[in-house]
């Protein structure tokens, strides 16, 4: 019989699987007294008890695999603490390839595996045949293998959790299904239960499979949809040994390991198959789904491909468990930004064993400490807005999420379902106009702008992409003519009020106390001096100014506002990204052509950069803002969606004469890193500095004005940098690198490629990273270091510079022309 539950808790926990268990866990080693969970069942009976529990530590940041790695390190280690089997294991792993794609592919991650400490090495066919005797490999052409890996008893685990966070005061109350909230002044303040009522201050959904249904009863969004997930049990099987590295033969969307003398074999199928929850029984529990043996054949026949034993073993079972997905493939976490102490921790996408030990320490820290301690952004909730848990969204796109768990990471993928949530009021030009759309914050954006003689659909492919001439093209209208850019995704909050000032001032790294009509490049900091955002800030008038930040940033940065808001400041924001269109005239003719479209004077005199103003442009009114992130002359025109058209036609019209080209985000993005313009994600995160990415200009620091962030800048200035943003080209024109490669400096790893592309302008592959230089003086480390890149195993020359390598003065941006 249960204990009765408590009136009061500090936190409560809602979910027993692993990241319920694990968030518990870490609470009471951080302090917590007495959190609860509350299980809807018993522990562990929703997915974590099938979870095959392989644990592979390399992710695609260095975060997420740290968190993993901590995994590692934590259920090596829970039996001592608590007397409690983990059943870990260190096996490895063994990625196979079995065509050349995948094989840069499974290269690249293994050197991405040296820049974030996770020992690789890579196998010839034959060695990796010693390590899986019963694996054919005639057609394998290469393997890496992490000796790290391994796996766990995913029941046991949680036992082990349970246990130690009992021990410091923690109770778990098993068939105690929640019912709903208590709110009280846009905070979570209870939770009501079938059992009765708890009054709290903090709320974790680690609901797994019931996390989006959980979250709704606090109008709280969370998009996840369960899909049905398939692997194969034999009995066992002879020569089969025990404990083999987890065998990953992705070509074939499986994974293989050693189970009891048998084989699991288990796959991320291209056709898989959504679950509504409705589907399944109301007291679901330690259940699995109906075999289905037709949709599992061409897995099973994959997997006899592969281990030519598994045409004569015998069958145990057909394991269908259902598993919860989100939309890009990666787990929910954080702080919902709808109500304020309602936490998320699932979604977890097949990897809540690997990632639960780390991700339940990061979730736990985020809510001792009021914020993440490093970048989590690929898996923090606030990168989706409320519409991405919209169901019949979810079901049309996470069928896809798990066809794709496998797909080889090509530069220019782009999601097939679901397409076409939000669409500018330029789409159907921009589609006539040949523009090949790629999406992002739901937004469909032009990539690229396909003409006769292009190959349509675009390949995707490591090395020269397919739409290398369609960027060339859009590039040369940027620098030598003009280009026309729709970036009406750009995310835009109206900041409005009497302290709207005092909040900003706050709030924002640089100074925006200005006379309106000055516009304001800035970033919003952390405690530790890392950017939560950058963003350029628009002054109005006197009480309200317009940020305007990047399109997947609209939510957390309104999130980060709001959490920073007094009750005593009057103040409004409201986010009116779908108002305006935002038409973006970039080149060396941009001046000559919008002048001849308006009667105002658009010379430097006139209209300085970096400041806007409101004029009349053909038959529309429009905010014009001298800005570029091209780093040419131009202007971002601000156009209300019902005039987009109107004015887009009219710059088509009169652009002929100055050979306007329609221009997209892949031509952008070479143009900003030719320029050394930083992005958000890229150069600028929570764990670097704006000292460290060379943006001291765009604070305050000369001031005594205060700002988040800047007890932390003035301490490192002290201290002094060990790492700074760099730029680079290739001294090889045919080598094309995309991002996240090694950086070494005579044959030293010192950083990591922030963001790369080829540089139509420069002639050759261009590039932004970090370089830790230590104690070093970095400018002579850069004037006489041997710099190189590694890509997929092979080292590639660059050229250094502190100095942007494309008009490192600004003068385009100030042409007096």
């Known amino acids: 019989m249960n204990d009765p539950l408590p009136s009061h808790t500090g936190a409560v926990v809602i979910g027993g699987g692993i990241m319920g268990c694990s968030t518990l866990y870490h609470l009471t080693k951080l302090g ?16 974590t008890w099938h979870s095959a529990a392989q644990v592979r530590q390399l992710r695609s940041t260095n975060n997420l695999t740290q968190l993993i790695r901590y995994s590692t390190e934590l259920y090596a280690t829970l039996e001592q603490e608590t007397g409690q089997s983990t059943g870990w294991v260190r096996t490895g792993s063994l990625s196979i390839a079995t065509n050349a794609e995948r094989l840069t592919h499974i290269r690249r991650q293994a050197s991405l595996a040296k820049v974030f400490g996770v020992e690789t090495h890579e196998l010839s066919p034959a060695q990796a045949a010693e390590l899986w005797p019963m694996m054919r490999s005639d057609d394998v052409v290469g393997a890496v293998y992490s000796p790290d890996d391994g796996r766990v008893n995913p029941s046991d685990l949680c036992a082990a959790l349970i246990k130690g966070a009992k021990s410091h005061g923690a109770r778990v109350f098993e068939d105690t299904p ?27 959904n680690c609901a797994g499979l019931w996390g989006r249904q959980v979250a709704a009863m606090a109008g709280v969004s969370v998009p996840l949809f369960a899909c049905e997930h398939f ?23 499986l994974y293989i390991r050693d189970e009891v003398d048998g084989i699991l074999a288990g796959c991320f199928e291209p056709h898989a198959r959504a679950l509504p929850l409705e589907n399944l029984p109301r ?15 061409p897995m099973m026949v994959n997997a006899m491909h592969r281990i030519p034993a598994l045409e004569h073993a015998e069958v145990k079972m057909l394991v269908n468990g259902p598993e919860s997905f989100t939309p890009d493939g990666a787990f929910l976490l954080g702080e919902a930004p709808e109500l304020a102490g309602f936490y998320v921790g699932c979604g977890m996408n097949s990897v809540g064993v690997a990632s ?7 979730l736990a820290e985020w809510i001792v400490e009021g914020a993440p301690t490093s970048d989590l952004w690929s898996v923090d909730i606030r990168r989706f807005a409320p519409f991405h848990a919209n169901e019949r969204f979810l079901r049309a796109r996470i069928p896809e999420a798990l066809a794709l768990h496998y797909a080889i990471a090509y530069p220019g993928r782009e999601p097939h379902t679901a397409r076409g949530l939000r669409k500018s009021a330029l789409h159907d030009r921009l589609a006539e106009a040949g523009a090949q759309f790629g999406t992002r914050m739901g937004w469909e954006r032009a990539a690229w702008f396909a003409e006769d003689g292009d190959a349509l659909p675009a390949a995707l492919k490591f090395g020269r992409p397919a739409w290398f001439d369609a960027e060339a093209r859009e590039s040369r209208a940027a620098r030598e003519r003009v280009a026309l850019f729709d970036q009406s995704s750009f995310a835009k909050l109206l900041v409005d009020g009497r302290d709207a ?4 001032q706050r709030l924002c790294a640089n100074d925006v106390d200005v006379m309106p009509g000055r516009i304001v490049y800035t970033a919003m900091l952390n405690e530790r001096g890392g950017f939560e955002s950058d963003l350029t800030v628009f002054r109005i008038s006197r009480d309200r100014y317009l940020l305007v930040t990047g399109t997947a940033q609209a939510v957390r940065d309104r999130h980060w506002i709001e959490t920073h ?12 990204t779908g108002s305006l269109a935002v038409l973006s005239v970039m080149g060396p003719l941009s001046r000559r052509l919008l002048q001849e479209l308006t009667s105002e004077d658009l010379g430097n005199g006139a209209f300085a950069l970096f400041t806007s103003r409101e004029i009349a442009l053909a038959t529309a009114s429009v905010t014009a803002a001298r800005l570029s992130y091209a780093g040419e002359l131009g202007w971002e025109l601000y156009v209300p969606v019902e005039m987009a058209v109107a004015v887009y036609d009219a710059l088509m019209e009169i652009g002929s004469a100055f050979g306007l080209r329609n221009a997209g985000t892949h031509a952008l993005t070479s143009l900003r890193i030719e320029k050394g313009l930083r992005a958000w994600g890229h150069e600028v995160t929570p764990d670097d500095t704006p000292l460290e990415a060379g943006l001291a200009f765009a604070t305050k620091l000369a001031s005594d004005v205060p700002f988040i962030g800047r007890d932390a800048l003035l301490e490192q200035r002290a201290r002094g940098l060990r790492r700074r943003l760099v730029h680079f080209r290739l001294a090889d024109p045919q080598v094309f690198i995309l991002g996240d490669e090694p950086i070494v400096c005579d044959g030293e790893l010192v950083g990591q490629v922030t963001s790369a592309a080829f540089g139509h302008t420069l002639g050759t592959g261009v590039g932004m990273g970090y370089v830790r230089h230590g104690d070093r003086p970095l400018r002579a480390m850069v004037e006489c270091g041997r710099f190189e890149v590694e890509l997929a195993g092979h080292m590639h020359a660059i050229d250094v510079s502190l100095s942007p390598l494309f008009d490192p003065s600004g003068a385009r941006m100030r042409v007096q022309t």
């Not at 917590?32 to 997915?47: D, F, M, S």
């Not at 639960?356 to 990061?362: L, M, P, T």
Request: net charge negative; with cysteine; glycine share 10%.
């Open 231 to 253: 692997y194969l049990l034999t009995k066992p099987m002879q020569g089969i040994g025990r404990h083999l590295p987890t065998l990953s033969d992705h070509d074939g969307y």
């Open 178 to 204: 929640v019912t709903g909230f208590r709110i009280r002044d846009d905070r979570v303040c209870g939770v009501d239960t079938a059992r009765g009522h708890v009054a709290c201050e903090i709320v974790v």
């Open 356 to 362: 639960g030990g780390g991700a339940g320490r990061a």
């Open 32 to 47: 917590v007294r007495e959190p609860i969970l509350l299980e809807r069942k018993q522990l562990t009976c929703g997915t």
């Open 501 to 504: 000032q005092s909040l900003l």
């Open 283 to 297: 007291d679901f529990a330690f259940e699995l789904l109906d075999e289905d043996w037709e949709h599992f054949e």
């Open 565 to 576: 808001l007094s009750p005593r400041e009057r103040v409004c924001i409201v986010d009116v």
